[in-house]
């Protein structure tokens, strides 16, 4: 059982990603609808997988993957930035931050399951 936790301020786009994602056996999910709730779930429970927004209106994705990658225990964390921001530089500023992967929506649901297969069998191996 992998644990994904998806972060969104969107309950619309947080659905859709769960959605996509139930193909996958094995996933468990559990949502976050701001930067600041996601950083206090990950303080509290383990994760393998973080699906993240870019834009939410307290603390941004791109904090938020910074915390991430600030703490030993979650220094592994794979992370996909899931955001309308398809321009370079929030591409370049995610993945210099840490982000394992960068999407813009909308995407398709084989996208996102393929890169979510991709991070997870390679954490496993």
């Known amino acids: 059982m992998a644990d994904v936790l998806v972060v969104d301020d969107s ?8 959605a996509c994602l139930r193909p996958y056996p094995g996933l468990s999910f559990t949502h976050a609808s701001s930067g600041l709730e996601a950083i206090e779930r990950l ?9 993240l927004d870019l834009n939410m209106p307290d603390i941004g994705g791109i904090e938020v993957v910074e915390f ?3 703490q030993d225990r979650l ?6 930035i899931v955001t309308t921001r ?11 931050a840490g982000a394992s ?6 995407f398709t649901p084989d996208a996102i399951l393929s890169e979510v297969r991709g991070l997870l069998e390679g954490r496993r191996a």
Request: no cysteine; charged share 30%; proline share 7%.
């Open 11 to 18: 309950k619309v786009m947080r659905d859709m990603v769960v």
């Open 43 to 51: 303080s509290l429970q383990p994760y393998d997988l973080l699906v």
């Open 68 to 70: 991430v990658r600030g």
């Open 75 to 80: 220094r592994e964390l794979p992370i996909i």
């Open 86 to 96: 398809g321009d370079e530089a929030s591409r370049t500023r995610a993945l210099a």
């Open 101 to 106: 992967r960068f999407m813009t929506k909308p």
